[in-house]
């Protein structure tokens, strides 16, 4: 299990994390942080995103210490409860097929509006 991977100099979200690239924290532990998306689909869209860098979700699933894919699992849930009590939609998307625009894994924690499927 290769739960200690290294930060990738041309990430963008492996910037946010280490404060080189500046933003507004939602929430911050040691293991991920939430952040307002810049470009949201929803009254509501927050980013959950690993500290360590995770090319996708496939790998963190895959090799990940389990009790951090469990935190990043139960903070983009907990985040979508607190948002908006009439439901949210939780995404990650996978490779470039899958929509994933930025190479660190994230999820999408959408909300505020009535979500339609499928979803695009």
């Known amino acids: 299990m290769d739960n ?10 492996c ?9 507004s924290f939602v929430y ?3 293991d991920v942080i939430v952040i307002d998306d810049i470009n949201p ?3 509501q869209h927050r980013l959950v995103i ?15 210490d389990p009790a951090v894919v469990a935190r990043f ?18 995404v990650i998307n996978t490779g470039p ?6 190479d660190h894994v994230h999820m999408h924690v ?7 499927w499928p979803p695009g």
């Open 73 to 90: 699992f139960s903070t983009g849930a907990q985040l979508g409860r607190e948002q908006w009590e009439q439901g949210d939609r939780l």
């Open 28 to 30: 911050r532990d040691e």
């Open 4 to 13: 200690d991977p290294k930060p990738d100099p041309n990430c963008l979200f």
């Open 50 to 64: 690993t500290t360590k860098h995770w090319p996708n979700a496939a790998r963190f699933a895959g090799s990940a």
């Open 97 to 102: 097929a899958g929509g994933q625009t930025v």
């Open 41 to 43: 689909v929803a009254p």
């Open 110 to 116: 959408i909300s505020g509006r009535q979500m339609t």
């Open 15 to 23: 910037k946010i994390v280490s404060g080189e690239v500046p933003a």
